[in-house]
């Protein structure tokens, strides 16, 4: 059974650019969540997509979208970007229902560097 | 706002020895996870907890949830130079998955 995929895995930006990664989760799996990861802030959950719509959301700017297609397959979107959004961007898929364990897996990760 | 706290942060063991990582939350959960993640790579699921009470056991790591006093524990025994990682502790808000708040993680390194 494939795991969930990330592309790209790593991607050098400067600032004020704009990046889209792509996330295929698991066969199966509705749900599908992205999670940022820094040195400084550790996991943060960004937000959470089950059957194409946005089910849960973090606390971050407007600048951090996503959507979800009818496959599953999950793209997040950063726009003018920041120094500050340099990080390792994971997703993770699950059952996504209340009657799941609601363990998630992780991709490898997108590896972003804006300079 | 839920938070989840671990300690110790940073744990140098010797190989041989025992040592529990532990991990509070600030609101109510029944579901608790625990990962690993080695340098530069992603999260390795260990152990996933769902209910008070539950105990879970995988090689040297054994891990326990006590929903009441919102604490989970990781429990290391014999620890090996392969343990050598950070650990991770999550608590699923919603009982649905999806949205994990993440404690601050447990870097653990394991000397001969």
């Known amino acids: 059974k494939a795991g969930v995929t990330q592309t790209p895995r790593y991607l050098i930006k400067t600032r004020g650019q704009q990046v889209t990664l792509s996330c295929s989760p698991i066969s199966g799996h509705r749900s599908v969540s992205w999670y940022q990861q820094t040195p400084g802030q550790g996991l943060q959950f960004l937000f959470e997509y089950f059957s194409e719509t946005q089910r849960n959301k973090g606390n971050f700017p407007g600048r951090f979208s996503g959507r979800q297609f009818s496959n599953s397959r999950s793209e997040m979107n950063v726009s003018t970007l920041e120094l500050g959004d340099s990080a390792l961007y994971l997703c993770?898929?699950?059952?996504?229902?209340?009657?799941?364990?609601?363990?998630?897996?992780f991709g490898e990760g997108s590896r972003l560097t804006v300079l | 706002e839920l938070k989840v706290e671990q300690n110790p942060l940073f744990l140098s063991m010797q190989e041989g020895k025992n040592y529990t990582i532990y991990c509070n939350y600030s609101t109510t959960s029944d579901r608790l996870y625990w990962y690993r993640q080695d340098p530069g790579k992603s999260l390795e699921s260990l152990f996933v907890l769902l209910s008070n009470g539950a105990v879970k056991q995988e090689g040297r790591l054994m891990a326990s949830l006590d929903t009441k006093a919102r604490l989970s524990t990781l429990h290391i025994t014999a620890a090996v130079h392969d343990l050598s990682a950070t650990y991770f502790c999550a608590v699923d808000r919603n009982n649905q998955g999806g949205k994990l708040i993440f404690g601050q993680g447990t870097e653990l390194s394991v000397k001969p």
């Open positions: 993770a898929s699950s059952g996504g229902t209340s009657g799941s364990a609601g363990e998630l897996f």
